[in-house]
Every structure is written in structure tokens, then in C-alpha cells.
């Protein structure tokens, strides 16, 4: 069986609202990367699945 590697759980800038409190205070996102490069990253890195999860957004 081969394995299979996936990150199914990246944010990206438009990712709102974390529910972390300390982000949330200091205004702070949970990331501050565009989509694209997120997913580019995880692909250079093997990940043949990919997952970005923003939070309060398509």
C-alpha cells in the first residue's frame, strides 16, 4: 500500500475569525499567506491532498 500524505487543515489570509482569543485581541489572523502560495507550499512539501480551512469565508 503506498502512502498518501494531505494537510487538511491550512488557513490562508482569509481566514477571519480563529475563535482564538489572544488573535483575536491583538487583531491578529491566523495567517497572513495568499491561498495560491498555501497550496504551493503543501504540494513542493509532497502533500497530495490539500485542504485550506479559512474560517467565515469561501
Given at each position: 500500500m503506498d502512502t498518501v500524505r494531505c494537510d487538511?487543515?491550512?488557513h490562508s489570509r482569509y481566514s477571519t475569525d480563529s475563535g482564538n482569543?489572544?488573535?483575536?485581541?491583538?487583531r491578529l489572523g491566523e495567517s497572513y499567506?495568499?491561498?495560491e502560495r498555501v497550496y504551493r507550499f503543501c504540494?513542493?512539501?509532497g502533500?497530495?491532498?490539500?485542504?485550506i480551512s479559512d474560517h467565515n469565508t469561501l
Open positions: 487538511l487543515h491550512g482569543y489572544a488573535l483575536r485581541r491583538a499567506t495568499d491561498p504540494k513542493q512539501r502533500m497530495q491532498f490539500v485542504t
